[in-house]
T-cell receptor, first 115, second 112 residues
Framework: EAGVAQSPRYKIIEKRQSVAFWCNPI?????LYWYQQILGQGPKLLIQ????????DSQLPKDRFSAERLKGVDSTLKIQPAKLEDSAVYLC?????????????FGPGTRLTVT | EDKVVQSPLSLVVHEGDTVTLNCSYE??????LLWYKQEKKAPTFLFML????IEKKSGRLSSILDKKELFSILNITATQTGDSAVYLC????????????FGSGTQLTVLP
């Protein structure tokens, strides 16, 4: 079974620029998550989708971050404009269901550096 | 606000040693506790614990949950250099969102 795919793997931008990340979850997985992992910290959930609907975006800084999963499969996360503190690894994860017995499978992440 | 605290923050041992990593939590509507191993890439799943007192074991790794005292431990016996990684503890809450809240991790370094 193919894993969660993310691109790009690395991105360097200047502050105030825009950036977009892409995630393709494991085939058939209904639930998709975007996490932000700052160096030395655990991943922090930004947004959770169930199919193409948002389940939880309470920790997404909506003034600059947006995410969509239009067809309920792949997803994009956008930052505009970027700030220095957005430098982090952005992890995408998917799971078959929101049921508690299923673990989340993580993609390789996109490392963003904002200069 | 849900909270997960891991200790120690970092640990350096030699091959063959046994280590115990700790995870304590304060979470509303607790459902499960998960352990992940993170090398220089995405976290990989190790264990999911839902019931108190039942040890889960995979090779040299084992873990147990205490829902009364709100903590879990991850044991690694006969450590190898390949065990060097960050070990993340996460708690799954129930409710409409059912989200994972992660701790900051324990950085384990195993020296030859």
């Amino acid at each position: 079974e193919a894993g969660v795919a993310q691109s790009p793997r690395y991105k360097i931008i200047e502050k105030r620029q825009s950036v977009a990340f892409w995630c393709n979850p494991i085939s058939g997985h209904a639930t998709l998550y975007w996490y932000q992992q700052i160096l030395g910290q655990g991943p922090k959930l930004l947004i959770q989708f169930q199919n193409n609907g948002v389940v939880d975006d309470s920790q997404l800084p909506k003034d600059r971050f947006s995410a969509e999963r239009l067809k309920g499969v792949d997803s994009t996360l956008k930052i505009q404009p970027a700030k220095l503190e957005d430098s982090a690894v952005y992890l995408c994860a998917s799971s078959p269901s929101r049921q508690i017995t299923y673990e989340q499978y993580f993609g390789p992440g996109t490392r963003l550096t904002v200069t | 606000e849900d909270k997960v605290v891991q200790s120690p923050l970092s640990l350096v041992v030699h091959e063959g040693d046994t280590v115990t990593l700790n995870c304590s939590y304060e979470v509303t509507n607790f459902r499960s506790l998960l352990w992940y191993k993170q090398e220089k890439k995405a976290p990989t799943f190790l264990f999911m614990l839902t019931s108190s007192g039942i040890e889960k074991k995979s090779g040299r790794l084992s873990s147990i949950l205490d829902k009364k005292e709100l903590f879990s431990i991850l044991n690694i016996t006969a450590t190898q250099t390949g065990d060097s990684a960050v070990y993340l503890c996460a708690v799954l809450s129930s409710g409409s969102a059912r989200q994972l809240t992660f701790g900051s991790g324990t950085q384990l370094t195993v020296l030859p």
